[in-house]
Nanobody, 124 residues
Framework: QLQLVESGGGLVQPGGSLRLSCAASGFTLDYYAIGWFRQAPGKDREGLSCISSAGGSTVFADSVKGRFSISRDVAKNTVYLQMNSLKPEDTATYYC?????????????????WGQGTQVTVSS
């Protein structure tokens, strides 16, 4: 059974950093691209970043480019989203999602499997 579990969210002050983890089970990252998304109350879900199944290709939304990075640990079957220089507008529930295939995108309709989300709150 394919499962994604996010962790690492919490409360952080503006300018701070968090690292989110997306632990995958029931499948290997070798065959799936992983994307990170977020959704704030009253707003549409936003695609932030993704990493291809081979790990060699990444995509970032303009809103997080230069502040967020994505990486993966194949041995741990886990994908990370490192978030730096956090702003109050980054406050949202963050989700990871998986789609079979090599390439990735920030379009949520391309992903079939989703985690439950982890809350990130940026506030002083």
């Amino acid at each position: 059974q394919l499962q994604l579990v996010e962790s690492g969210g919490g409360l952080v002050q503006p300018g701070g950093s968090l690292r989110l983890s997306c632990a995958a089970s029931g499948f290997t990252l070798d065959y799936y691209a992983i994307g990170w998304f977020r959704q704030a109350p009253g707003k549409d879900r936003e695609g932030l970043s993704c990493i291809s199944s081979a790990g060699g290709s990444t995509v970032f939304a303009d809103s997080v480019k230069g502040r967020f990075s994505i990486s993966r640990d194949v041995a741990k079957n886990t994908v990370y989203l490192q978030m730096n220089s956090l702003k109050p507008e980054d406050t949202a529930t963050y989700y990871c999602a998986a789609t079979v295939g090599h390439y990735c995108s920030n379009y949520d309709y391309e992903y079939d499997n989703w985690g439950q989300g982890t809350q990130v709150t940026v506030s002083s």
